[in-house]
């Protein structure tokens, strides 16, 4: 099957690699010319288990191409797989220009019938408007079809969950598409859920809300066992051998955050607004972690007198561990209000500083002064404080006599909840963590 991916993000690039492995001549487009080029190179532009080895091995086995050429990956290709952002924009709201863009290159390209398929998360009812809108522009006398294919791939693990996803969803309005997708999914050989366009959209979403929802349910428990005097890791425990809650997604700690449950929780409140609905649950979640992204920076500051000229070390940047994405990661919130309060940061990630420098340059800032290190003993060398804001197993096997050795005052504000509370202690370590 002749294919064509638009975007080269997360979603459209994994897509793309994962179909070209399953032998489908596929030929990813993207307007970033040096992306592109270093992508013929067999270098990937993002960091993600897997995904280079699988670049080289499909570029040298003739099945993935990438160019920023549209018209020739779009012109004849059986199915074109649109995979750009949907950024979020200041009301909430998905922002669908590059959808519109692309399916206006498309509509003015094919010359022979063919699927598009949106691959990116789009609110409900955008897959008819973008089937109306490429019909409007169509140039040739062909047949086109926009069929719904939402993705579940989580950033870390993106090849892993593709090449083994639990399903593929595929929402579709006619028997063609729906078998044209089929035939595209069936060497992977799995589940495959065939539902209307407009379910398929409505499930991505409920999807992701409801595991941002598991998360701040969590935090919002947490932050009352440490009222009551209960231990969220206990708590979670207890509750996951009920199979009907299930054991992942439980974890309290320091907020969700990432490129996908920030902007898909805005955008499914702001969907539901706009449909004259509250969806009160949503909504909930949202001021939920708005809240807990902060709640440790709220914690050190009951206890400090200030932060002035204090060496704050800080372990982990990116949102989660396993990438090197920033995007709306809890640490940019806490940095930016330790430099306002005219902390000396010394930052330590294994994969996300050279994203956290273009936030956050090294040098002086605001009343503060930002340094990244290379090592995580190197940040808490005389620290007056720590903050863990990601769960890396470089950070993970730090040891409390580490923390008690190093620091200058072994003070630990752990977001992730990776120590014992109990074996701090006895080391002599003055630690806070979630819900425990
Ligand atoms: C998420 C979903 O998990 C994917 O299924 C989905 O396809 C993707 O969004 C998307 O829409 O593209 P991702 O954002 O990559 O994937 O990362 P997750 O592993 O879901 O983590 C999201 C955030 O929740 C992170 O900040 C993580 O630290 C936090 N989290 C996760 C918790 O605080 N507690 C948990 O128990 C689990």
Known sequence: MKIAVAGTGYVGLVAGVCFAEMNHDVTCVDVDEKKVEIMRQGISPIYEEGLEELIQKNNAKGTLHFTTDYQEAYRDADAIFIGVGTPEMPDGSANLGYIATVSRQIAETIEKDCLVVVKSTVPVGTN??????????????????????PEFLAQGTAVHDTLHAARI???TESKEAEALLKEIYEPFGLPIVSVKRRSAEMIKYACNDF???KISYMNDIANLCELVGADITDVAKGMCYDERIGSRFLNAGIGF???CFPKDTKALKFLAKEHGYQLKTVEACV??????KIRLFEKA???????NGLKVAVLGLTFKAGTDDLREAPSID???????AGADIYAYDPK??????QLFPEGKLEKGSMTYVDSAEEALDKANICFVFTEWPQIKQITPAQFKEKMHTPLVYDGRNLYDPKQMKAAGVEYYSIGR
């Open 287 to 292: 001021e939920v972690n708005t809240a807990q």
């Open 352 to 357: 996300g500083v050279e994203r956290a420098k």
């Open 334 to 340: 806490n940095i930016r209000l330790l430099l306002q």
């Open 169 to 171: 969803i595929i929402g």
């Open 211 to 213: 595991l941002a929802l």
């Open 257 to 259: 955050g990432g490129s």
């Open 301 to 307: 500051k009951e206890r400090m007198i200030s932060f």
């Open 128 to 149: 008819d408007k973008v089937e109306q809108f490429i019909k409007d522009f169509l140039v040739h006398d062909v047949k086109v079809e926009v069929a719904s294919n």
